[in-house]
């Protein structure tokens, strides 16, 4: 009974894995964290499970997590700590943990038993090869080959891990955006988030995609995050831009030399840098080595872009996402829209666009066509919803282009125009305020619009739009 209770009373390590994997790939993670002082065979333990079901849901994995914790007597059955808890997560496995803190602990954090976190390349805002998975192809490589669930790749997992998803959307809205400091933090949950800056070689790099690690994107594994509204949705009022921030106070860190799936075999050797730097992450006690931790690995990360500066036409670079999600002044999703952006002097700025280029001259043209074809480059919308796009942003090319901009024509602004089609000759968009919304001055002039463009980000955008009809009368006389 007493060693039972020496056990209960030391700090547990939980280890989850991502999509289409299961803990036999992290034995040697095991071993190499009991070798270097996390804890013991017995409270380092593994969390499986079924990623490839086509009907498992994120409230499923969490709901079946929350019960296996009280069934090993980690937890309370109300939900309260027993022991302290570290989590050590891959891929998928970030935003099953961030569901799992948000749906039992978001308003008891001081109930929650988890003292530290450290998360292996996450895929907190998505993977450009999750929508390849639900493919015949994918199915294919992925799929499940057994008797009564034959080809099945976990598509409800995969919708919301593929880009731009409503799920993510959701998720942040409710774990990042909803308080006013974040649990994420020194004091509380500390978070470590590591990830790898190189993307697949040999046959694997097919997949890859610019701004990931061959599986997800680096930008979208933080979740240095804000959230951006642009209200169009009442036409006696300008729009306005509303910004709501997140998470600032965690750990994060890119590496050199290491993809998604190096990450974690680097456990297989005795001695490296992931071994160490999570091993650290874990053995963290107080909010001043947290801090030094985190300025630690800032000084990895610039040295790890330092490093690549310039390779591959900066394939390399710091990359930015967003996520943009356009609805009605009721809420409705709205999937057809186009946004197109545009470059000009600052001096034309307050003038009406809403013709079109017709103000342009030939030098603004060309920069509008360059600007437009880098910042929707990587573009993808949602295969369920499409009222969701991903855009993901090369900064060094961004940054270049501005300063070219500025040679060619002096101060000069970004202007975005969204153009929604009418959904029939009676139900339609009302356009006349979407046609020249400035987002960029180079002057540094007021724009009604915060600050946009930051590295290794996930800035999420709202556009609200209004709906409108010409199907509904009034009047004295019958129709």
């Not at 805002?125 to 192809?137: E, I, M, N, Q, V």
């Not at 030094?292 to 040295?303: D, G, H, P, R, S």
């Not at 103000?359 to 910042?375: A, H, P, V």
């Not at 501005?402 to 000069?412: D, M, N, P, S, T």
């Amino acid at each position: 009974m007493e060693r039972r209770d020496q056990l209960m009373a030391e700090t547990h390590t939980l280890i989850i894995h991502g999509w289409s994997d299961c803990s036999g790939s992290f034995v040697e993670m095991k071993k190499r964290l009991k070798e270097n002082g996390i804890g013991t065979v017995d409270t380092i333990l593994y969390a499986d499970y079924e990623s490839r079901e086509d009907n498992i849901t994120f409230n499923d994995v969490v709901d079946g997590l929350q019960s296996r914790l009280i069934e090993k007597e980690l937890i309370n059955p109300d939900g309260t700590k027993k022991v302290d808890l570290n989590i050590v997560i891959h891929s998928t496995g970030g935003l099953v943990v961030r569901h799992w803190l948000w749906r039992y602990y978001s308003d008891r954090i001081e109930d929650c038993p988890v003292k530290r976190i450290v998360m292996l390349a996450p895929a907190n805002f998505g993977s450009p090869l999750a929508h390849r998975g639900k493919s015949f192809l994918g199915r294919l490589v992925k799929g499940r080959w057994k008797v009564g669930d034959f080809l099945e790749v976990g598509r409800r997992l995969l919708d919301g891990l593929e880009l731009g998803s409503p799920y993510q959307w959701q998720l942040a809205h409710r774990d990042l955006f909803s308080r006013e400091v974040s649990y994420f933090n020194k004091d509380q949950v500390q978070l470590t988030i590591l990830t790898g800056i190189e993307d697949y070689s040999g046959i694997r790099g097919w997949v890859n995609k610019p701004g990931t690690d061959g599986t997800i994107v680096i930008a979208g594994s933080s979740i240095d995050s804000i959230k951006l509204k642009l209200d169009f949705s009442n036409p006696n009022t300008p729009c306005e831009w509303t910004q709501t921030n997140t998470a600032h106070d965690f750990c994060f860190g890119v590496l050199a030399n290491l993809d998604h799936g190096t990450i974690v075999s680097e456990f297989e050797k005795e001695r490296g840098r992931i071994i160490d730097l999570t091993t650290e992450a874990l053995k963290i006690e107080t909010p001043e080595q947290f801090t030094a931790y985190q300025t630690k690995l800032e000084n990895i990360t610039n040295i790890t872009y330092r490093a690549y500066a310039g390779r591959s036409n900066n394939r390399y670079s710091r990359y930015q996402q967003f996520i943009i999600h356009a609805i009605d002044d009721h809420g409705a999703a709205v999937d057809d829209f186009t946004i197109e952006f545009y470059v000009y002097k600052a001096t034309k700025a307050e003038k009406d666009l809403i013709d079109g280029r017709k103000y342009f001259n030939r030098t603004e043209e060309k920069l509008s066509t360059l600007f437009q074809r880098e910042l929707l480059r990587e573009i993808h919308t949602h295969s369920k919803d499409k009222s969701y796009r991903r855009l993901l942003v090369n900064l060094e090319n961004l940054n270049a282009l501005i300063e070219k901009a500025k040679e060619q024509l002096g101060e000069f602004v970004i202007s975005m125009r969204i153009f929604v089609p009418s959904v029939d000759k009676g139900i339609f968009y009302e356009l006349d305020t979407l046609q020249n919304v400035v987002i960029y001055r180079s002057d540094g002039g007021d724009t009604d619009a915060p600050s946009l463009f930051f590295d290794n980000t996930t800035t999420l955008i709202e556009l609200q739009v209004d709906r409108r009809t010409s199907y509904v009368r009034i009047s004295t006389d019958p129709k």
